[in-house]
């Protein structure tokens, strides 16, 4: 049986080996094929470009049209000024510059002089209404085409899947955060702007699950996935997106009692997220515990103690304490991302399906430097991502939170003024509101009938002396 301590020291070794290769040191054929894919692939969710950009509505065809035709234009106005410049230094530095120089004459073309003599075309018949918006949407999407592979800004024409199997379809390019696009999918669906509310990306591969984070560009984690890949995004709601804001206790309490923890006040978690969020740094659950590792040679599934620190996954040695001077680094988080999993005790033979994964977002089949962990119940696992999360993007998550709470807030503000009731003008009457005609007077079917004790009053002039 090989030394744990063996073991880890291998696994560092291999994600150095990883780091590396995904860094400065990538060969050039395959950096060369990365990057002519990447060029090619406008469209996530679609077999090709131009089945994506038929899916997209027309002012959303339109919109995309602008923009790449505001992107071109200023292009070609940038290399122009840089062109032009370029000219006059030349020159000027030859002494041969005069402002005639600049000055060229027209020279008619052949193409322009022959159609000019040649006489105009007959009319055409017109065709039927959907016939030529068909043929309009066809030419726009062949130019869309065309000016997608110029374009000096990214974008990708996105599937977006919802829960009940139907579909979006978007266009996101490169400077779009995950925020952003969430906030387009909340006015093309008209659902509610629950903090709840998340933007995921599956992998059927690797049965493997992530929730992309607010801050993010969501280009460029799409732009790693592979032309053939099956990943999917999704638009669903997730309670545990942001549990541990609205409960921090079950984080950073975890060690009490089960019953205090559900008794505890809002304004005492309120101070507990001004203590481990609004100081001069964040602080990360002290989370620690008996965790299963997936040994990669052995393919077998080994119990071991985790503890988690700002910097990474830490574990105890063999025959070691839980000392800070003991410990030993199993993993950091500035190169991977977390991933839950679906039934891995029948794909992995896990001892339960309360998994997680830690890889290279770039890494999107199965691979020896992917981290499986393994938990007893649905309770740590939900820990252990969250508090992973926290280590990982600090006061970040922090202000995503924040972000969305506001956007709830004013979209809810919103609706009450806009359904609250039209105020009519005041009318005299008896316990009772009616509807006013544009005479000023009451509409006779509001009227009620009056109680039983209900003295009429006086008619005018009554009772008075003549």
């Known amino acids: 049986m090989e030394d744990i301590d063996a073991m880890f020291t291998d696994l560092l070794g291999e994600m150095d080996i990883l780091t590396q290769s995904l860094g400065y040191e990538t060969d050039s054929s395959e950096i060369s094929s990365s990057s002519s894919q990447i060029e090619n692939n406008f469209s996530i969710g679609f077999t090709d470009l131009k089945e994506s950009l038929n899916e997209l509505e027309d002012h959303d065809l339109d919109a995309l049209m602008a923009d790449l035709g505001s992107d071109l234009t200023e292009t070609e106005e940038t290399l122009n000024a840089a062109k032009t410049g370029h000219v006059h230094t030349q020159q000027h530095k030859s002494g041969l510059y005069t402002p005639q120089q600049n000055v060229q004459a027209p020279i008619p073309s052949s193409s322009s002089s022959s159609s000019s003599s040649s006489l105009p075309p007959e009319p055409s018949e ?25 374009a000096k800004v990214k974008k990708l024409v996105v599937k977006v899947m919802m829960s009940d199997g139907s579909s979006k379809t978007l266009m996101v390019d490169e400077r779009q955060t995950v925020r952003d696009v969430l906030d387009n999918l909340f006015e093309k669906t008209h659902c509610d702007c629950s903090v709840d509310w998340s933007l995921c990306e599956t992998n059927p591969e690797l049965q493997a699950e992530r929730g992309f ?47 205090f923890m559900n008794e505890i006040k809002e304004c005492h978690k309120e101070l507990l997220l001004k203590e481990h969020f609004e100081g001069p740094s964040v602080i990360v659950p002290d989370l620690e515990g008996p965790l299963y590792l997936r040994e990669d040679r052995k393919k077998s599934w080994k119990r071991r103690y985790f503890l988690l620190r700002a910097s990474g996954i830490y574990y105890v040695p063999k025959g070691k304490t839980k000392t800070s001077r003991d410990l030993a680094c199993f993993l950091q988080f500035d190169k991977v991302n977390i991933y839950t999993t679906t039934d891995y005790k029948q794909k992995y033979k896990a001892p339960t399906n309360f998994c997680f ?55 809810t503000s919103t609706l009450h003024v806009t359904s609250l009731p039209v105020s009519s003008p005041p009318t005299h009457s008896t316990g009772h509101i009616a509807t006013v005609r544009a005479n000023g007077h009451p509409d006779q079917d509001d009227l009620s009938e009056p109680p039983p004790d209900f003295i009429p009053p006086p008619p005018p002039g009554w009772g008075s002396v003549v």
């Open 357 to 411: 994964i830690l890889k290279h977002p770039q890494i999107q089949k199965e691979s020896q430097y992917i981290r499986f962990l393994c938990c007893d119940d649905e309770h740590t696992l939900s820990l252990w991502v969250n508090s992973i999360r926290v280590a990982k993007y600090g006061a970040t998550l922090y202000h995503n939170y924040q972000k969305a709470v506001r956007r709830a807030l004013t979209t």
């Open 213 to 259: 984070e607010d801050h993010e560009y969501l280009v460029e984690p799409l732009s790693a996935w592979t032309r053939d890949s099956e990943n999917k995004i999704l638009f669903l709601l997730r309670p545990n997106k942001y549990l541990l804001f609205k409960d921090p206790q079950i984080f950073y309490l975890w060690k009490k009692q089960k019953q």
């Open 126 to 150: 017109p065709l039927p209404a959907g016939e030529a918006e068909a043929q309009a949407k066809a030419a726009k999407i062949k130019l869309a085409l065309e000016k997608l592979k110029e």
